[in-house]
């Protein structure tokens, strides 16, 4: 009798022992955007997870709503492996502000593609080099920011545009930063501002002939 408790207790703690390293084996990683010090004080911060709305036109409305109160929202979304939380930036419709951002701090993304300027645009598999090049600008390319702390990402999408595929395409803009960052010491931010509007391209009038 006393054998079979002892095998019993041998087997408990085994088992015990296997759900424990089964949890340590499944906690995710967790990053923060733009940095983590962002997120020290969080009583501003509205969460939004991304798997429970529609589309990006219900994204841009629950986040105007959050920054039309005062607050800032806080987008997370996750895959298997990892949780993400990304503060987005976004002004309120409702004030009418008006901010000017210097095209050199700004690229956009729209669709599956990346813009640059009025005449550049690149598709997303080219997005880990111009990273590097929009947030560092190693080799000080007008184009690109100048400053790592001004270097923002608009995003936008059509009303339509399903949840999924934002959290495909935000976990791809993630994880490529993340690998930037890596080699720079976890020192870069990450700015990505939603836009309730397409890009505009100027269109610059001819010059007149003589």
């Given amino acids: 009798m006393k054998k079979i408790v002892l095998i019993l207790i041998i087997a408990n703690l085994f088992c015990n022992c296997e759900t424990k390293k089964q949890k340590a084996e499944l906690k995710k990683t967790e990053f923060y955007y733009p940095r983590i010090s962002n997120f020290k004080t969080d009583s501003s ?8 709305i529609k589309n990006y036109g219900e994204l841009i409305k629950i986040a105007d709503q959050i920054a039309c109160d005062g607050k800032e929202p806080l987008l997370k979304f996750e895959n298997e492996q990892t949780d ?6 976004k002004e309120c419709s409702e004030l009418n502000d008006i901010v000017d951002f210097s095209d050199r701090n700004v690229i956009s993304i729209e669709n599956e593609t990346i813009i640059i300027n009025d005449d550049t645009e690149k598709t997303l598999d080219s997005l880990k080099s111009i990273l590097e090049n929009h947030i560092l ?10 400053n790592i702390e001004k270097a923002l990402i608009l995003y936008y999408q059509k009303s339509s545009y399903s ?8 976990i791809q803009i993630a994880t490529e930063f993340n690998d930037l960052n890596a080699k720079h010491s976890d020192s870069l931010p990450l700015k990505i501002k939603l836009s309730d509007y397409p890009y ?8 007149p002939t003589n």
């Avoid at 911060?45 to 429970?52: A, E, P, Q």
């Avoid at 600008?137 to 100048?146: A, G, L």
């Fill in 84 to 89: 993400f939380n990304l503060i987005i930036y």
């Fill in 163 to 170: 949840s999924k595929n934002i959290k495909s395409q935000l």
């Fill in 45 to 52: 911060l509205v969460k939004i997870y991304l798997d429970s």
């Fill in 137 to 146: 600008n190693p080799k000080k390319v007008f184009d690109y920011s100048q």
């Fill in 200 to 207: 505009i391209r100027i269109q610059i009038p001819p010059l």
